[in-house]
């Protein structure tokens, strides 16, 4: 059974960075498509970054700039460096994993960016 497991939350003043991480068990993992999500109070989950089997990144709007996605095929792990980070940045933070039907999510990592 594949598990996903996030990392790497904390608090953090505006402007301060944070690198969370993505942990997948199982096979294949330079096989999926990988993500990053948020999901603010009272807010819908919205995705912040992805990035593709092939490597290639995608950004929202929102953090162009300022994160970073990657992967490491070899750990099975993903990351996402946050720079400059913003008071609406708030938010639990969830990896997404899908190949093909499968789709998984881990549980979710608390960030919260306040002076």
């Known amino acids: 059974q594949v598990q996903v497991v996030e990392s790497g939350g904390g608090l953090v003043q505006p402007g301060g960075s944070l690198k969370l991480s993505c942990t997948v068990s199982?096979?294949?993992?330079?096989?999926?498509?990988m993500g990053w999500y948020r999901q603010a109070p009272e807010k819908q989950r919205e995705l912040v970054a992805s990035?593709?089997?092939?490597?290639?990144?995608g950004y929202a709007d929102s953090v162009k700039g300022r994160f970073t996605i990657s992967r490491d095929n070899a750990k099975k792990t993903m990351y996402l460096q946050m720079n400059s980070l913003r008071p609406e940045d708030t938010a639990v933070y969830y990896c997404?994993?899908?190949?093909?039907?499968?789709?998984?999510w881990g549980q979710g990592t608390q960030v919260t960016v306040s002076s």
């Open positions: 990035i593709s089997s092939g490597g290639s990144p």
């Open positions: 997404n994993t899908r190949r093909g039907s499968f789709e998984a």
């Open positions: 199982g096979s294949f993992f330079s096989l999926h498509h």
